[in-house]
């Protein structure tokens, strides 16, 4: 089957029937033509979807470049995609490679997803989660659904957000603010699940935030999680009933049941767990209180460049304020370990399925990459990007002659609307010198072996 749908300037798009993933509104097709994009396909179209879309794809994160070849911080709306009759039937957007992040709360989805599947890479996913919300608030968009569905990681630790036609923004051209028009209840502030109205800031997100570096940094362990020692004991508990009553395990572990299985929260580096108990306890009711995404980053930056290593296992790493290694300890507890040293002879992991940039996936695909080994690290969390699987743009996707949104009025110059090329394949090259330079140089070189022939002869 395919669809026939097109952009705004007409052209078609060989949308497949190959299904990637399905959420809420839509559900995501491959393309028949190229890996380097993909199709949403409204199932439930928002109000005023066509508006967002154009709007959404001027915005800077389109053109935003990532961390190497194989990465976007963002999976942003790139296209409208239309219908005969020129109705707003979905958009192209990049097509990402890679696995969601709760993967990487087990051991096993840690081995099988990542080059170096350490605590190290953790605090890299972490602080890079942080910096890409940190540059979405430095241009005015506020994500308003941060959790770990919303993000995805490759086998780098390189991180992307997707679901990115939700978040809050306003339009370039007309200042009309669209609003987020999705959200997470279990990583949602007090206020929104309270019912807050009107316009979401930056506090909003840096509380989902915390909830998921916390939860990603404890194995797993949603910080509200547990049984509150307030419920009677025919009283059900719930993760958003303790965000509401601030019973949490960061700022009051005495107000949620033990069950032994929890992981130690001294186990957050200091600098970490500082900006958690601010969040979590002043910030908690206040949003102003919150720490910023900015502060997040820097402070796991910090992080990772004050990491031990451990002498019994190269695969355990702990922060620099503990007195051992806390990753042995468990493991003599438990009877196993979070962070096993591959077995001797162990061959590299089959790759992991691909991961379009939309919800939950469907059948799982082999990756187009061949396997890789983890490259050699340096000191802190720096895994080495990898090369791209196929980030060739099709060939009938030229830049739009003009900006194809409804918004009427001029655009800022950096609003260009982008053109379907990858966004990490390099469009422009510098200019390094005209082509009337080099043939003078091919042109000298002649003449000084002519000279040589004639000096030899
Ligand atoms: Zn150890």
Known sequence: MQRRLRTPEGRYVPISSQQLGFGAEGIVFALEDTLALCAKIYTRRPADAAYRINSLALLPPATWDGQGRDHLPVAWPRRALLDEGGELRGFLMPRVTAVELEELFEPRGRVMSLD????????????????????????????????????????????????????QFTDAGTRRRFPNTK?????????????RQGELTPAQDAFGLAVVICTLLMEGDHPFEGR????????????????????????YPERLHETGEEHPVRMLPRGVLELALRCFGPGHYDPEERPTASEWQSALYTAGHDLMGCRVNGRHFYGGDLDGCPWCELAERRGDDLYPMPAAGARPRAPRPSRPAAARPVPPRPRQAPPRQAPPRGPGPAPQPAPAPNATPPPYYPPPAAPSSPVPGPQPAANQPPTYQYANAPANQPATGSSGGSGWVVLLVVIVVVVIIIAIL
């Not at 959200?183 to 019912?195: I, S």
């Not at 009677?232 to 303790?242: K, L």
């Open 116 to 167: 170096e599947p350490t605590w190290r890479t953790l605090l890299a996913v972490a602080a890079r989660l942080a910096e890409t919300v940190a540059r979405l608030h430095s241009v005015g968009i506020v994500i308003g659904d941060v959790s770990p569905k919303n993000v995805l990681v490759n086998r780098s630790g390189q991180v992307t957000l997707i679901d990115c036609d939700t978040v």
């Open 183 to 195: 959200r997470t209840d279990d990583y949602a502030p007090p206020e929104m699940l309270n019912g």
């Open 228 to 251: 509150a020692v307030r419920l009677a004991p025919d009283q059900d508990g719930s993760i958003v009933e303790n965000i509401r009553m601030q019973d949490n395990r960061i700022t």
